[in-house]
């Protein structure tokens, strides 16, 4: 894409290029907090046609970070698709074969309702006057979308990290819409320690002048410092420490000695720096604290007095998790304690675990055992539908 | 200590009431960077007594945010000392048997010449003016403060993370003046995850208004919420999963339910704005980029070809190492390259690794495994030596 025709962040938030469904005041949608968010809209793509008896829809969930543009080039930044590896035609999620459905989180920040979407009411941005919301308030949208859409039952929900709490909350509310779940590197709460490093990145946001107690839209601000080094800081753990010492261990830049200063000596700290600074131009920071909020709240057991296979009694999906060994914000032992809780539910269940040291971040790289695994799990339930190659 | 008893972080920088050694412009520190420091101070403190024929001290090497009050009360905070656990009358370090050494670094804010020392040149502030300083300066000015004390050489030299950096400096560097070096929960070089990690708090600092490219003192500012997203992010590093879980879990603070909002609903949230709060209190924002820095650039290894094992040719020092289970800052798989590196060089080792779900921060609790592993090693061999029970 050239760069001429990628568009503002802004731009993109109020009113994308992507599909859009308007819910008006007849349709609002009621928050897990109790306030109802009305009216709102959800913006999303889709790749494929559905079939006849629309039995071959596919919701694909991002994660914290990510968008509805899944498979398609990014209308901000001019990238290709966040998954193109795992959707797109002749891909493991085939687009000849499925309708991919994938909408922005509500929350958001690429055209479906958040914080810097203009509230009608005011006409000026929520800011903090967006209601808090949660991982099932995200999912209780994507239902209306989907219902929209005229689909009864997804074929699959498919997704990685918050895309994966996602993906158990649609198992868990809306059970017979799915057929099978998909839930990567992912758990089905935040741990004490992931919600401690997303406190630290909302700090850092909300230290910034420029935040303006999060009316810095309204103010021609933007708290760009604060959101770099919350981003800075989220991306360590999306990555491992052999990653790091196989990508960039202590090498220095390319003058390749120490400066005896504080600019990026290492390579290390200018790939952070770069990764902070890219971050900004297309995220919105109100939207990044209201996220990682939602997923701190996640926890499905203890909507059933902390026993999670309660949470998936009588299910009939069919559900396949995936975690990588060198995941540490979303380790292995996460994807098991649901594996357990689906067997005492008696649900059907594969899990496999991949050796990769990329971390958390492995579920969006080349990872062919990732991709050869969903494949087999996708292909192998839809010809026994007889969904057509 | 009553709290009127206590001064600011400000006083004990400039005038503390720890012991003072000046040194003049005839006796400069010449740092790594191949400037020159001069004059320079060291404030330190003493307990016990050195004997006779002066063959019983201990340096005490303190860590990032400590200094040197290991043993006395604190004079900013009230606190007691740091690790008056290991050190003391009758502790594993036994202050009634042996003369305990332990100086605030070169680059600190504790009365040692650091970023906020007034420079007597100017009358203002170093901030920035400060020159960049390595483990091995901080080193090579405790031996100056050593030989200002008349000692030839020390018992002993211990310390924990950037404390055990030291401690494999002294080895190195000085390797005739150490009988025993007790480096505990440290590495021989930092890892590319450690400098991401302080490259993120560093930019947490310098990303604060309020830090005015390093000048705050003279401009009468503090970069207070910069500095505490910085020790917030670090202090997650300092514990593991595991003890997070153990200590906070998802519990919520005493309401005992969630706000929907951007307040600490969880204790962990609240634990660790509490510790980033106080810890400006104490601490100048311009060490913490000093020290950290001087933490990346420690690389023992790089200055002999990669060999780390040339580093350590030919010493007499007989080496306890101690590292935890649980610790991800500094893993064990880090002690035991220094291990390797010393068995290749034919030194004397000891190492033990204790198990302990604590984290980094084990090195600073109560840990009786690792205080009978150093209080063991240095029994032993002042025994040996003669020097009285």
């Given at each position: 894409?050239?760069?001429?025709?990628?568009?503002?962040?802004?731009?993109?938030?109020?009113?994308?290029?992507?599909?859009?469904?308007?819910?008006?005041?007849?349709?609002?949608?009621?928050?897990?907090?109790?306030?109802?968010?009305?009216?709102?809209?959800?913006?999303?793509q889709?790749e494929?046609?559905?079939?006849?008896?629309?039995?071959?829809?596919?919701?694909i969930?991002h994660?914290?970070?990510g968008?509805?543009h899944v498979a398609n080039v990014h209308?901000?930044?001019?990238k290709s698709g966040w998954w193109e590896m795992l959707v797109g035609p002749g891909r493991p999620i085939d687009t000849?074969?499925?309708?991919v459905?994938c909408?922005?989180?509500?929350?958001?920040?690429?055209?479906?309702?958040?914080?810097?979407?203009?509230?009608?009411?005011?006409?000026?941005?929520?800011?903090?006057?967006?209601?808090?919301?949660?991982?099932?308030?995200?999912?209780?949208?994507?239902?209306?979308?989907?219902?929209?859409?005229?689909?009864?039952?997804?074929?699959?929900?498919?997704?990685?990290?918050?895309?994966?709490?996602?993906?158990?909350?649609?198992?868990?509310?809306?059970?017979?819409?799915?057929?099978?779940?998909?839930?990567?590197?992912?758990?089905?709460?935040?741990?004490?320690?992931?919600?401690?490093?997303?406190?630290?990145?909302?700090?850092?946001?909300?230290?910034?002048?420029?935040?303006?107690?999060?009316?810095?839209?309204?103010?021609?601000?933007?708290?760009?410092?604060?959101?770099?080094?919350?981003?800075?800081?989220?991306?360590?753990?999306?990555?491992?420490?052999?990653?790091?010492?196989?990508?960039?261990?202590?090498?220095?830049?390319?003058?390749?000695?120490?400066?005896?200063?504080?600019?990026?000596?290492?390579?290390?700290?200018?790939?952070?720096?770069?990764?902070?600074?890219?971050?900004?131009?297309?995220?919105?920071?109100?939207?990044?604290?209201?996220?990682?909020?939602?997923?701190?709240?996640?926890?499905?057991?203890?909507?059933?007095?902390?026993?999670?296979?309660?949470?998936?009694?009588?299910?009939?999906?069919?559900?396949?998790?995936?975690?990588?060994?060198?995941?540490?914000?979303?380790?292995?032992?996460?994807?098991?304690?649901?594996?357990?809780?689906?067997?005492?539910?008696?649900?059907?269940?594969?899990?496999?675990?991949?050796?990769?040291?990329?971390?958390?971040?492995?579920?969006l790289l080349d990872?062919?055992?990732?991709h050869?695994?969903?494949?087999?799990?996708?292909?192998?339930?839809?010809?026994?539908?007889?969904?057509?190659?």
């Amino acid at each position: 894409m050239e760069q001429s025709k990628v568009r503002s962040a802004r731009d993109e938030a109020n009113s994308p290029t992507s599909k859009l469904v308007q819910f008006g005041a007849d349709k609002p949608l009621k928050l897990g907090s109790g306030s109802l968010l009305s009216p709102f809209q959800i913006a999303y793509q889709t790749e494929g046609e559905l079939n006849a008896d629309r039995s071959n829809a596919i919701l694909i969930c991002h994660a914290l970070t990510g968008d509805q543009h899944v498979a398609n080039v990014h209308p901000v930044t001019g990238k290709s698709g966040w998954w193109e590896m795992l959707v797109g035609p002749g891909r493991p999620i085939d687009t000849n074969r499925f309708f991919v459905i994938c909408s922005n989180v509500i929350g958001g920040c690429m055209g479906s309702s958040g914080p810097a979407t203009i509230d009608p009411a005011t006409g000026k941005a929520y800011g903090l006057n967006f209601p808090v919301i949660t991982i099932g308030d995200m999912v209780k949208a994507q239902a209306m979308l989907v219902d929209h859409l005229g689909i009864d039952q997804l074929f699959a929900v498919v997704g990685g990290s918050m895309g994966g709490m996602q993906v158990l909350e649609w198992a868990h509310s809306f059970s017979d819409r799915v057929r099978l779940a998909i839930p990567i590197a992912t758990g089905a709460r935040h741990t004490a320690q992931n919600i401690a490093f997303n406190e630290v990145g909302r700090q850092a946001v909300m230290a910034d002048p420029d935040w303006c107690g999060g009316d810095y839209i309204e103010q021609g601000r933007h708290p760009a410092k604060g959101l770099a080094v919350a981003r800075m800081g989220a991306h360590i753990t999306y990555l491992s420490e052999a990653a790091l010492h196989r990508k960039f261990g202590r090498n220095l830049q390319d003058r390749n000695e120490i400066t005896f200063g504080f600019d990026a000596d290492f390579q290390i700290e200018s790939y952070l720096r770069h990764q902070g600074f890219t971050f900004v131009d297309r995220f919105d920071a109100n939207s990044y604290l209201y996220l990682t909020r939602a997923m701190d709240y996640f926890d499905l057991a203890a909507e059933h007095n902390g026993r999670l296979a309660d949470a998936f009694r009588g299910t009939k999906t069919r559900f396949c998790l995936v975690s990588f060994t060198s995941d540490w914000l979303f380790p292995t032992e996460e994807s098991r304690m649901i594996v357990h809780a689906l067997n005492a539910a008696g649900a059907s269940v594969s899990f496999v675990e991949i050796e990769s040291d990329k971390g958390h971040d492995a579920f969006l790289l080349d990872e062919p055992e990732m991709h050869a695994a969903v494949h087999g799990f996708v292909n192998a339930a839809a010809r026994q539908m007889g969904i057509g190659e």
